[in-house]
Nanobody, 123 residues
């Protein structure tokens, strides 16, 4: 059983900062790509940022220079540092982790989603 626990969302004024965390736990053999998605009301879920096991990053153009993704492999945790937040960043943010588990001797690779955390940018 794998669990992803997110934290760090909240209400912030424009120009403010937040740091999201997502910790994976359970019967994890290996973790590959970790990422953050977001979904605003009435819009499709979009990839905000991702980071591979080797540290390669992919960042959404509209958040480049403001958001930073990082990971702590020892803690199975991915972070999203969000600075200079704008009202258009308001959304529910979800972490996604591509990982390998071992079940009954068989390796199974799957993507897991966090429960989502609300980020609201408003004055």
């Amino acid at each position: 059983q794998v669990q992803l626990v997110e934290s760090g969302g909240g209400l912030v004024q424009p120009g403010g900062s937040l740091r999201l965390s997502c910790a994976a736990s359970g019967n994890i053999f290996s973790i590959y790509t970790m990422g953050w998605y977001r979904q605003a009301p009435g819009k499709q879920r979009e990839l905000v940022a991702s980071i591979t096991s080797s540290g390669s990053r992919n960042i959404l153009d509209s958040v480049k220079g403001r958001f930073t993704i990082s990971r702590d492999n020892a803690k199975n945790t991915v972070y999203l540092e969000m600075n200079s937040l704008k009202p258009e960043d308001t959304a529910v943010y979800y972490c996604n982790v591509d990982l390998l588990t071992v079940q009954r001797g068989a390796r199974l690779r799957e993507g897991y989603w966090g429960q989502g955390t609300q980020v609201t940018v408003s004055s």
